[in-house]
Structure formats: C-alpha cells, structure tokens
C-alpha cells in the first residue's frame, strides 16, 4: 500500500469560470491558473503521483508549456490514471477536502463524486468529498481563493 497527500490553492478571478472536482459551478468568479484552475483535481493529481512516486503535476504538467494553458483538468487526472496503470498501480481510496467559504459546496458535491468516480473508474464508495470553511480566517475567508486538501491510498497490483 502507498499513500499520497495533495494540495492548491488558486485564488478567484473575474471573467473565469468555476470548475471544481470536474463540473461547472455558477459563481460570479473562477479560480485564476494556466489550466482550468480545478483545485480538487490538482490536489488529487498530486496526491496520485506522490503515492506513485511520480513527482507532482507541475512536473509532470508544467504551467509554462502551451499544451496545457486552459486543459481541462480532468484530462491531466486521466492521464494521471494512466501512469499509475503503468506502474500497476490501483486506488483504494480518495478522501478529498475543499476550503472555501463561497459558494456553498454542499450542492455540488454528489455531482463531482460522480464526475470523478467515473474519471477514476472508481466506484463512488471509494471516493468521499467534502468541504469547510475557514469562518473568515485568511485568503479563503477572505474570499480571495478556493483550496483543496487531498489523501489517497493506492494498492500494488502483482
């Protein structure tokens, strides 16, 4: 068994859209990046690569390479999967955790379980999201950015 932690971090931007854990949000702002901004996917890809031993995704997704300004998160986190396949590697489980204080998440969490499970090709009981708030405290209070916290737990295939 191996285990893996992520983090992001971006912060809210204007004339953005808001995509967390792979589904469009309606919000006023979106989360500034050279990709899509999708911090419950980064922090997840992270996660994923660090279990693997695969460095993290700005090494293996640099924000300086073209090919990746405004990709869609979950192609990088499929490719990810794909990494993982190669080194017979297989998730466990995913524990996600998004800090934001707006908008509410609750809504919006079944859908990106659902998105993601599939992208994983995980059954959904494999993969728990949740989220908090930081009650004013620091950028995310602030409103000034959303951050993502993620754990997972890989198994070596023979």
């Not at 990046?33 to 996660?47: E, Q, R, Y």
């Not at 995913?94 to 859908?111: C, F, G, K, V, Y």
């Not at 990106?112 to 994983?120: I, K, N, Q, W």
Request: charged share 20%.
């Amino acid at each position: 068994m191996r285990i893996g932690h992520g983090y992001d971090a971006h912060r809210l931007a204007f004339n953005r859209q808001l995509k967390l854990g792979g589904i469009l949000i309606d919000y006023k702002q979106g989360l500034a990046a050279h990709s899509d901004g999708d911090v419950v996917i980064h922090a997840l890809c992270d996660a994923l690569l660090g279990a693997a031993g695969l460095s993290d995704i700005g090494q293996q997704f640099p924000d300086n390479d073209i090919q990746f300004k405004n990709i869609d998160s979950r192609f990088l986190l499929r490719q990810v999967l794909d990494l993982l396949h190669q080194k017979n590697l297989a998730i466990e489980y995913a524990d996600l955790t998004i800090i934001a204080e707006a908008p509410r998440m609750a809504p919006h969490i079944q859908s990106m379980r659902e998105c993601l499970a599939s992208d994983l090709q995980l059954n959904s009981n494999r993969l728990n999201i949740k989220a908090t708030t930081t009650e004013g405290m620091g950028f995310v209070g602030r409103q000034e950015g959303i951050a993502c916290h993620a754990v997972v737990l890989l198994q070596e295939n023979d």
